[in-house]
């Protein structure tokens, strides 16, 4: 089955830098990668993905590249503020709408 | 619409015994998923249905566990001789036909002692 790796499992930044997380996947069938932000005690919420047909997507300060050949897709959050701290998952999900394959999550703090 | 309502939010019970927990999406949408989330870790997928079909169940899901989804609507999942290994976040998501991207409830999280 798919395997999906994410890096760094933590993340410290000061408020107004970049912060990048990086994922690769093992099934080069994958054609769906999604983001998901998870505050404490909340739900993982939405916050951009990318198809497969794609290689970025930009929404505001959050932009997702991916490289089909390397098997790698990355979150670049521009301009962070304390309120992007939370944990970010990346996923992959196959051909015919079946389930997501999570990362482990990272954990960004954006300091003031 | 992409709501999703769950219930309980909380449930905490003795080893041995049996819970259900119940999803209800807000409106209608032909997949359903149950994930399962421990501490630290990314959701684990558990099972998901199209329609009344359960499709597919994870390695994960132990014969302890079954799933329904009786009129292809709202999803129930049983645990039976609950495990203090049970203890975590149980999160339902739906997939909207709209955007194609699954969503989340808010969970139950469940506490085994």
């Known amino acids: 089955g798919e395997n999906v790796e994410q890096h760094p499992s933590t993340l410290s930044v000061q408020e107004g830098d970049s912060a990048v997380i990086k994922c690769t996947y093992s099934?080069?069938?994958?054609?769906?990668f999604p983001w998901y932000k998870q505050e404490l005690g909340k739900r993982p919420q939405l916050i951009i993905d990318?198809?497969?047909?794609?290689g970025e997507k930009k929404d505001q300060r959050i932009a997702v590249t991916l490289n089909k050949t390397a098997k790698h897709f990355s979150l670049h959050i521009t301009e962070t503020q304390p309120e992007d701290s939370a944990v970010y998952f990346c996923?992959?999900?196959?051909?015919?709408?079946?389930?997501?394959?999570f990362g482990k999550g990272t954990m960004l703090l954006v300091s003031p | 619409d992409t709501g999703v309502s769950q219930d309980p939010r909380h449930k905490i019970t003795k080893r041995g015994q049996n819970v259900t927990f119940r999803c209800d999406p807000i409106?209608?949408?032909?997949?359903l998923y149950w994930y399962r989330q421990t501490l630290g870790q990314g959701p684990e997928f558990l099972t998901y249905?199209?329609?009344?079909?359960?499709?597919?169940k994870s390695r994960l899901l132990s014969d302890r566990f079954s799933a329904e989804r009786p009129k292809g609507s709202f999803s129930t999942l049983e645990i039976q001789r609950t495990e203090q290994g049970d203890s975590a976040m149980y999160l339902c998501?739906?997939?909207?036909?709209?955007?194609?991207?699954?969503?989340f409830g808010p969970g139950t999280r469940l506490t085994v002692l």
């Open positions: 998501a739906i997939l909207s036909r709209a955007t194609d991207t699954q969503y």
């Open positions: 996923a992959a999900r196959g051909p015919g709408y079946s389930t997501l394959t």
């Open positions: 099934d080069s069938a994958s054609n769906y």
């Open positions: 249905f199209q329609n009344e079909a359960q499709l597919e």
């Open positions: 990318i198809r497969s047909n794609v």
């Open positions: 409106s209608e949408h032909n997949r």
